[in-house]
């Protein structure tokens, strides 16, 4: 069995502060989400796609879906508070060997990169994209001093999609569950069970839509670089 998708895309875009949930919002006349589905929907190797969707919009995910023609959907399936209780809920959809999880608000994720993780994980298991830290990060205390300054060659600024073997990914949501840990990733769900994460190296483009001013940005990013995203 291959690859299968999980998107989530089930958040309420609170920081967008748009009068629609922000996966909606169009790009060059398109949603968002759309942008992110046709990248998954043409690869060979997908077998399944599962969107996480907040209750009170699987019907209008539903129909844009069927309008944009986006194949191999397997499910549209109810999301959680936190982004992992949507992952936890997406992971039981499927049935394949491996999976990808990747957000519905990152729209610009290359066709190079995913064959790149897609190769990865069927050699190491688990392997998430990310991009070396452009800035200096520092540790900073409660009474804004600051504590140190983490060595930058080894700082990473880690995105998604990131991809494992489907058994040791629930292993790690059913762990994490057990517990009450709530990452900000996936990754960190496995590397807590004392697993290996490669990392492979993407690029800048791969933003995550936030904030209102990401939208500017991704819409440079469409018409500079419509080409390659
Ligand atoms: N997400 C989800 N379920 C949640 C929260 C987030 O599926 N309970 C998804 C979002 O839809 C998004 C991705 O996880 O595609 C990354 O989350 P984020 O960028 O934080 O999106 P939102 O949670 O929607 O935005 P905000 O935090 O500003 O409300
Ligand atoms: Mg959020």
Same mark, same amino acid.
């Given at each position: @069995?291959?690859?299968?998708?999980?998107? $989530?895309?089930?958040?309420? =875009?609170?920081? @967008? =502060?748009?009068?629609?949930?922000?996966?909606?919002?169009? +790009?060059?006349?398109?949603?968002?989400?759309?942008?992110? +589905? /046709?990248?998954?929907?043409?690869?060979?190797?997908?077998?399944?796609?599962?969107?996480?969707?907040? $209750?009170? #919009?699987?019907?209008?995910? #539903?129909?844009?879906?069927?309008?944009?023609?986006?194949?191999?959907?397997?499910?549209?399936?109810?999301? !959680?508070?936190?982004? &992992?209780?949507?992952?936890?809920?997406?992971l039981?959809?499927? #049935?394949?060997?491996?999976? @990808?999880?990747?957000?519905?608000?990152?729209p610009?994720?290359?066709?190079?990169?995913?064959?790149?993780?897609? &190769?990865?994980?069927?050699?190491? !298991?688990?392997?998430?994209? %990310?991009? $070396?830290?452009?800035?200096?990060?520092?540790?900073?205390?409660?009474? %804004?001093?600051? &504590?140190?300054?983490?060595?930058?060659? *080894? +700082?990473?600024?880690?995105?998604?999609?990131?991809?494992?073997?489907?058994?040791?990914?629930?292993?790690?949501? /059913?762990?994490?569950?057990?517990?009450?840990?709530?990452?900000?990733?996936?990754? *960190?769900l496995?590397e807590?069970? !004392?697993?290996?994460?490669?990392?492979?190296? =993407?690029?800048?483009?791969?933003?995550?839509?936030?904030? $209102?001013?990401? +939208?500017?940005?991704?819409?440079?990013?469409?018409?500079?670089? *419509?080409?390659?995203?």
């Amino acid at each position: @069995m291959k690859c299968g998708i999980v998107i $989530p895309a089930a958040g309420r =875009g609170r920081r @967008m =502060g748009a009068n629609v949930n922000k996966q909606f919002i169009p +790009l060059d006349g398109k949603p968002i989400l759309i942008h992110t +589905l /046709e990248k998954f929907s043409r690869l060979p190797w997908v077998d399944e796609i599962v969107i996480v969707s907040h $209750p009170d #919009e699987i019907t209008i995910m #539903e129909q844009l879906v069927q309008q944009y023609g986006i194949q191999r959907v397997k499910a549209i399936v109810p999301g !959680g508070k936190e982004r &992992q209780d949507s992952i936890y809920n997406g992971l039981t959809f499927l #049935e394949t060997e491996y999976v @990808m999880v990747h957000d519905g608000a990152r729209p610009f994720v290359k066709q190079t990169h995913l064959e790149q993780l897609w &190769q990865t994980v069927q050699k190491i !298991g688990a392997v998430a994209l %990310g991009v $070396p830290v452009k800035d200096t990060i520092k540790i900073v205390d409660q009474d %804004g001093f600051i &504590q140190s300054t983490p060595d930058r060659k *080894s +700082l990473w600024a880690i995105q998604t999609p990131q991809a494992f073997r489907l058994s040791i990914l629930r292993m790690a949501y /059913e762990e994490a569950k057990k517990d009450r840990f709530l990452g900000t990733d996936d990754s *960190s769900l496995v590397e807590r069970l !004392g697993m290996k994460v490669m990392v492979v190296e =993407g690029d800048y483009h791969n933003i995550k839509i936030t904030t $209102p001013e990401d +939208l500017i940005l991704a819409e440079s990013i469409l018409k500079h670089w *419509s080409e390659e995203v």
